[in-house]
């Protein structure tokens, strides 16, 4: 009887043993991280990226899930992302892949491997996979609130819950404008840069919370490095290593000869020569306030355009319409006519009236705008002012 009660004893150890064994190689079977890749230099890749990599440990099989990832060749691309209608998708391919493409590219990547416990790395896992089905890894892209890193935020805070502890208040006594966010990435790639301020409006001059940051990669990096998971044991950090995969010297940025601070002061100078030499020679010269005037209206109905027809948020109540409004363009027949149109000298008072409050706006801090357009706002004042005091000498009044 004490044979088989201890014979039951040794089955019931090894068992035991053997259980948890199995248990702590499940445990270790994933290692699971955040990669974070730095900018690149075509305005897609300028905010830099954030991917998962996924390594299992027993086969030796190691993958990264991007949420980053769209066609260039889908119907009507353009169209789709200017309307805030494009589908990004999560893609999957090998660490080796995805490491040659930024190594080809010259971009430096970290990597912040993740101290999940075993059920969190399994859970994770199985998210995954099952996100990328056909039928679920699409979904609309939205730059500030659902794009590569938050997508990655809301998957770990999905496994983790409430025992996922961000810390945001060390990052919240420095206040950024999401405008002011965006201009760090993109402040020497002025063109872009003045492309956004364009067609994104006074939303984005509001203060990003700590949350709202991470729509940038390297902030949800930071975020990720301050945070802790508390609940299942002793509080540990969410972030159990880090280690730098390539890295490269930044590259010297330089805004370049041909920049919009410097053509927009050229146009400047011109258009106040022009007002000049008009004045004395008593002409309007107005081929010049053609062309002038007809950019800012084609450019005030492209705004007009994503402000009614597009989807994103951020491009409603965008005050650069009160400087470039679509109603410029009727001063090019207004301008050609050889009578003076009873409505022509009231258009330019208003034109003045609008750039004038384009100014205010920006001051009191409605909405910020480019600075490289405060000369061009300086030419509207100059001409819409000379015009309406001038072009009665110069054109018969229509009786």
């Not at 969410?238 to 041909?258: H, M, Q, T, Y």
Request: proline share 4%.
């Amino acid at each position: 009887m004490k044979l088989k009660k201890k014979f039951f004893f040794y089955l019931i150890l090894g068992w035991l043993f053997l259980i948890g064994g199995n248990l702590q190689g499940f445990a270790q079977q994933y290692r699971i991280s955040l990669l974070t890749c730095d900018p690149g230099e075509e305005i897609y890749s300028s905010f830099g990226h954030s991917a998962i990599r996924v390594v299992n440990l027993e086969t030796g099989r190691d993958q990264v899930y991007n949420y980053g990832t769209f066609d260039f060749r889908a119907p009507n691309f353009v169209l789709k992302f200017a309307g805030g209608r494009l589908d990004y998708f999560l893609s999957v391919s090998t660490f080796d892949r995805f490491l040659a493409e930024y190594n080809y590219f010259q971009r430096s990547m970290r990597e912040l491997e993740l101290d999940l416990n075993q059920q969190q790395k399994t859970a994770l896992v199985e998210f995954l996979e099952i996100n990328y089905l056909p039928q679920n890894r699409n979904y609309r892209y939205d730059f500030f609130y659902d794009n590569c890193a938050t997508r990655i935020r809301d998957v770990i805070e999905t496994i983790v819950g409430d025992q996922l502890i961000w810390h945001d208040e060390e990052q919240e006594s420095i206040e950024k404008t999401f405008r002011q966010l965006i201009d760090e990435k993109v402040f020497y790639m002025p063109w872009s840069d003045l492309g956004i301020d364009l067609a994104l409006g006074s939303r984005l001059d509001v203060d990003a919370t700590p949350r709202e940051e991470q729509f940038l990669p390297d902030y949800m990096e930071q975020a990720f490095s301050r945070a802790e998971i508390q609940g299942d044991g002793p509080t540990r950090p969410l972030v159990k290593n880090e280690r730098v995969i390539l890295d490269f010297a930044p590259k010297e940025n330089s805004l370049g000869l041909f920049n919009p601070y410097l053509l927009f002061w050229i146009i400047a100078i011109l258009f106040t020569a022009t007002t000049f030499i008009g004045f004395k020679r008593k002409r309007l010269f107005i081929g010049f306030d053609l062309v002038f005037f007809g950019i800012l209206g084609l450019l005030g109905l492209v705004m007009s355009l994503l402000w009614i027809g597009s989807d994103i948020p951020s491009t409603k109540w965008n005050w650069n319409i009160l400087w470039a409004f679509p109603g410029h363009l009727a001063l090019i027949p207004g301008l050609l006519s050889k009578s003076l149109k009873p409505w022509l000298r009231n258009y330019l008072l208003t034109a003045l009236i609008l750039a004038d409050a384009a100014v205010v706006f920006w001051i009191l801090g409605w909405q910020s705008f480019h600075p490289s357009l405060i000369p061009i706002m300086l030419v509207i004042i100059l001409r819409t002012n000379y015009l309406y005091y001038n072009i009665a000498r110069y054109k018969t009044p229509l009786v």
